[in-house]
Structure formats: C-alpha cells, structure tokens
C-alpha cells in the first residue's frame, strides 16, 4: 500500500515536474527570450539573472498544462486509475496544470533570488534548494484546488529530491544540460 502512494503522489507531481524540465528543451525557440527580472539588479546583483526568462516559463506552464490534460483524459478513459491520487478532481485539469506549472517555476525563481543574494552563480549547486525550490512553489500554488495530504507532501519532496539528482546527471550525461545540477 506504501508503493501506491508514491507512485500517486510522482503521478500527481507529473506536471510539476514537466514543467521544471520543459525549459531546458525549449532553450533554443527565441519566442519570450527575455529575462524575468528584464535584467535588473538589485545592489549590484542580477534579481534573478539571465537563465530566468518568460520563455521558460510560458512554455513550462504550458507544458505542465497539457501533461494535467493527458492525466484527466486517462482519468475519463478509466486507465490507471490506481496512480490518481486520492481526492485529486482530473476534471480540474487547466487549473491542477496551471497551478502544479506555474508554482514549480516561480518557485524555482524565487530560489534563484536568494541564490543571487548569497553570491551563487547561475549552475553552482544550492542544495537541497535546487532540488526542492520547483516542489515546494508547485506544492504551494496547487493548494488553490487540491489540499495535499501531508503523507503525500513528505513523499513529493523526498522522491523529488532524489529524482531531480537523478534526472540532471542523466541530462548532463546525455548532453542536455551543461550542469550536473
């Protein structure tokens, strides 16, 4: 029964995970390349700095949006409705993939302006912020139509820290991304 509700609560944090990985896909489109912050700096650091752009964000959130839509339509097909999450209304689909999208970047930006403040370049480890900063905005965000149980919230962050090592070794293995982390 332990195994069901981490593979449900990875299957509800899909999205949010989508969207975390999405802009590393889309860097090269050239639509909303421009910074978050419209490069400006706050006492002399960038705020949030060059890597931070509409583009990952619009396209994250899309992203993370058309993942929510798959998982409702699987939920209306009836397949794999053991992964749903208890509770979770799939018919909700815009609002969990909006929310669980938009909550991972903006999440993963308010870390990159503590990461400027303390002097840590772009690509320099923050850990365990660099892992968790997506989980917690999307944990954070989703609220609005989905209270996470707590066993769930426990899980999300310990699987998604582990998964998130995991998964920037393989893309810097692969060649997708320049860092490790």
């Known amino acids: 029964m332990k195994y069901i509700l981490i593979l449900q609560t990875l299957y509800f944090m899909l999205p949010a995970y989508v969207a975390n990985m999405a802009p590393v896909f889309f860097r090269k489109v050239n639509l909303l390349n421009y910074p978050l912050d419209f490069n400006r700096k706050y006492k002399g650091q960038p705020i949030l700095g060059p890597h ?3 583009r990952g964000l619009v396209f ?10 798959l998982q409702h339509l699987l939920a209306v097909k009836g397949i794999a409705v053991f992964l749903q999450a208890p509770g979770v209304d799939y018919s909700k689909w815009f609002w969990l993939g909006l929310l669980l999208g938009s909550g991972a970047l ?11 403040r303390v002097g840590i370049n772009p690509g ?3 850990v365990p912020w660099d892992q968790l900063d997506f989980v917690f905005g999307s944990l954070i965000f989703v609220r609005f139509v989905y209270a996470v149980p707590f066993p769930m919230f426990v899980i999300a962050i310990i699987a998604s820290f582990l998964l998130h090592i995991a998964a920037n070794h393989i893309g810097f293995y692969l060649k997708i991304r320049k860092e490790k982390w």
Do not use: H, P
């Open 52 to 54: 931070k752009t509409f």
């Open 60 to 69: 994250g959130t899309l992203m993370s949006i058309i993942t929510a839509y």
């Open 124 to 126: 320099e480890r923050f």
């Open 106 to 116: 903006i999440g993963d930006a308010v870390k990159s302006f503590f990461k400027r």
